[in-house]
């Protein structure tokens, strides 16, 4: 079963906008913190924003101001709504969903979706 499904990835000019889901199985959604990483080409995988259960909210400097991070409880999914969008953006998108046990973590990664930014 696709425990985590990313979508909405593209190709945009800078300055646009994208906005990418995960779609989140629901044995996870309730509990699990969710994330969203990327890794552009030539870089390590970095974490982008996540969001806990409660809501809470955390972003990496480089998209503070200029991305959001949501979840729809109804429809299980998260999103992130990207703008001003540049071309250092460019990276593939995953996935994140993480669970912290008292001494051990559960986590599981989507396929992630390929987000461009042409300059």
């Known amino acids: 079963q696709v425990l985590l499904a990313e979508s909405g990835g593209g190709l945009v000019q800078a300055g646009g906008s994208l906005r990418v889901s995960c779609a989140v199985h629901?044995?996870?959604?309730?509990?699990?913190?969710i994330g969203w990483y990327r890794q552009g080409p030539g870089t390590s995988r970095e974490v982008v924003a996540t969001?806990?259960?409660?809501?809470?909210?955390n972003y990496a400097d480089s998209v503070k101001g200029r991305f959001i991070i949501s979840r729809d409880n109804a429809k299980n999914t998260v999103y992130v709504q990207m703008n001003s969008l540049k071309p250092e953006d460019t990276a593939l998108y995953y996935c994140?969903?993480?669970?912290?046990?008292?001494?051990?973590?559960?986590?599981?990664w989507g396929q992630g979706t390929q987000v461009t930014v042409s300059s």
């Open positions: 629901e044995s996870l959604f309730r509990h699990y913190e």
């Open positions: 969001v806990t259960s409660g809501g809470m909210t």
């Open positions: 994140h969903a993480e669970f912290f046990f008292s001494t051990s973590k559960s986590e599981y």
